[in-house]
């Protein structure tokens, strides 16, 4: 058999010797040309095999997308993600993906076609990857030589790049999403293989045993054995089959695949930083939504992007991401300690100021009830040419003209510091946990800086006649009542943490306090709005001029010609600089950017007690977290506030800026400086000792 084949045209070989490199360049092996070979009498006589291959592509992508997905409403499909998300992990991952879902829709335009193909897509190839990966797994678990054959093929798809084996299938189904998938199939489907390999093969033998004395088949035994027991292996596998098939949504794109990717992709190719920015967030979000749910119990959460550096480090050796039961089960509590403690009764000296928090609240969420403006919109007369005079009209703290999104807000800040007394007073310690008292300070402290930032902000100077209704200052009074009485609160709270506080000072806290501080400094001096509605580009004088030089045309037609190009150089000239930009501190805007500046800097100062520099106290620096994190709340309600108040009324032209996304970004920084205290703190314990001397069961 001829293995060399030459590659030159003449019968003698060239003046060199054998040993030079060039020799290499005169034979080579074919195989390029074998593959071919292989692809062309596929395509010619196995045609009806490809398409019974692409038949369940087809078919279940249109089935997710075009006949279920599209022709229902948005709102559904964010209910429905609500609802998966409940079910399957908690409350506030089934919040979370109905909250990112819903922004990836308001990106823009096209942006929520693109997501649910994109989740269509996702869904497909993952639902086809569990249909073939774990039966594949579970037959490997019970056949030795069925694994010893298919471990080499596993291996060898995980260190064959996608971009080998992407043009075969590019040839064999064409560009698409059906080609897309196979091959997000082909790199993300190993892990599932061999996680539910090994999750059968660890169950205990002693447990499989036992039930085939029993009698039962093994058909029984798998099903009621050895699958339940492996069940957090398989749930990793699906996990990490997922990740790896979201990070193959940049090569779906370039194989023509639509969606997500298909719009970065297309961004990167125009060089759009707009449309890249845009697409990369939808994408983070869609990405994070399925990870969550996908979790398996007793999975460390860690960041999006670190999981999926993880998926693709560890997809030789998928084993080494399972839940460490050990851990879990060394960090549960003594279960004697469960049976002789009891969560801390509530006492008269907790009960009057959680009273009064409770009642600020109320206080605070009744105010969008009262006129929030009138006259004119407040924030939305900024973006909104129709809310700049609106005489004799009123407007509550729910309407778009009123309160907007400031008033929304408020009524949920209002409303969580009510529950959490609420919670707390029918059952206390045993709520949910963000129906807590340092919940409370920070929902109430959030709805102050919101309520001061939004008072002591500018309106428009087009808004005429605006004045301020009585609701705003209602829900001041309601976030100072509330604010008060949940401080006063959580200093008399018999709370503790779950494991003793670090005896350090936290200076990484401190520091990170310090970059949100600086993020909302620069955030002030950035810009929190574009305008470029031809309205206010063309002041009245420029207007004036134009209808000078119209009527001069009008006047003297022979002279027409020339005067409409004097207008259009004119025009042209407003064009170059087409965009009015207001930053947070400027006198033509809102202001709001000093009080959120303002806020980061109270934020910091706080954060200093937070962190142990006055005092190694557990219970103060848990105070002064739940203050950190209550300041850093409200400086991103400003900022949430600004931008969907407009997202929700602003003309066409009219966008807000990237200093209002720097304002939540900053706040949330803040808040991410104080969580690792705040989340180490639950209510306390007291034992029969502590009941007897407090005269507790008496």
Known sequence: ????????????????????????????????????????????????????????????????????????????????????GTLARNVRVGLFAGVALTVCGLLGPDYWHATIQTIGFVLVAVLLCVLIGIPVGILCARVDAAWQMVRPVLDAMQVVHAFVYMLPFIAFFGLGNVGATIVTMAFAIPPLVRLTNLGIRQVPADVVEASRAYGAPEWRVLIDVQLPLARAAIMTGVNQTLLLAMSMLGVAAIMGAQALGGLLFGAISRQ??????????????????????????????????????????????????????????????????????????????????????????????????????????????????????????????????????????ALVLGLLVAAAAAATLAAPGRGPRWLNVDWAVIASLASLVMMISYLLAAPSDLAVGQSTGAGPWVALVGAVVASGGSVWWIRSAPHAPARPLSPKIRWARVGSAAFAAVVLGVGAISAWSFDERSRVLISPEVQAQLDEMERQAEANPEQAGMIAADIAALQEELAADSRVITDGVSRTGAGLGVWVFL????????????????????????????????????????????????????????????????????????????????????????????????????
Not at 57 to 63: D, G, K, R, V
């Open 272 to 409: 759009s930083v707009t449309e890249g920015v845009g697409a990369g967030l939808a994408f983070y979000l869609v990405a994070v939504v399925f990870d969550r749910i996908s979790q398996p119990e007793g999975a460390g959460s860690g960041g999006l992007f670190r999981r999926v550096r993880r998926a693709w480090a560890h997809r030789g050796d998928p084993e080494v991401l399972l839940p460490a039961e050990a851990d879990a089960a060394a960090t549960a509590p003594d279960e004697d300690e469960l049976v002789e403690g009891v969560i801390a009764p509530l006492t008269e000296r907790e009960r009057r100021p959680m009273l009064v928090s409770a009642i600020g609240g109320l206080v605070l969420a009744a105010s969008v009830l009262f006129a929030w403006s009138s006259g004119a919109g407040f924030i939305s007369a900024y973006g909104r040419a129709d809310d700049e005079m609106l005489a004799g009209e009123s407007f509550s703290g729910l309407s778009a003209s009123g309160g907007s999104w400031f008033g929304i807000l």
């Open 599 to 698: 806020a980061g800097l109270a934020g910091l100062a706080a954060s200093l007690p937070a962190a142990g520099v006055f005092g190694r106290d557990e219970h103060r620096q848990w105070r002064w977290s739940a203050i950190t994190a209550g300041i850093g709340a409200g400086a991103t309600c400003v900022g949430f506030g600004w931008i969907f108040t407009h997202v929700r009324s602003a003309d066409a032209d009219y966008v807000s800026g990237v200093g209002s996304f720097l304002a939540m970004a900053g706040g949330l920084v803040l808040v991410a400086a104080a969580a690792a205290v705040l989340k180490e703190f639950r209510r306390a314990k007291v034992y029969a000792d502590d009941l007897a001397a407090a005269g507790v069961g008496d």
């Open 1 to 84: 058999m001829i293995l060399l084949a030459q590659a030159g045209d003449g019968p003698e070989l060239p003046d060199y010797g054998f040993t030079d490199n060039l020799v290499l360049d005169e034979f080579y092996v074919p195989f390029g040309d074998w593959m071919g070979q292989s692809i062309e009498w596929i395509l010619l006589n196995l045609k009806w095999l490809l398409s019974a291959i692409k038949w369940p592509f087809i078919t279940l992508n249109n089935l997710l997308v075009r006949d279920i997905m599209e022709p229902v409403s948005w709102f559904w499909i964010v209910v429905a993600f609500v609802v998966i």
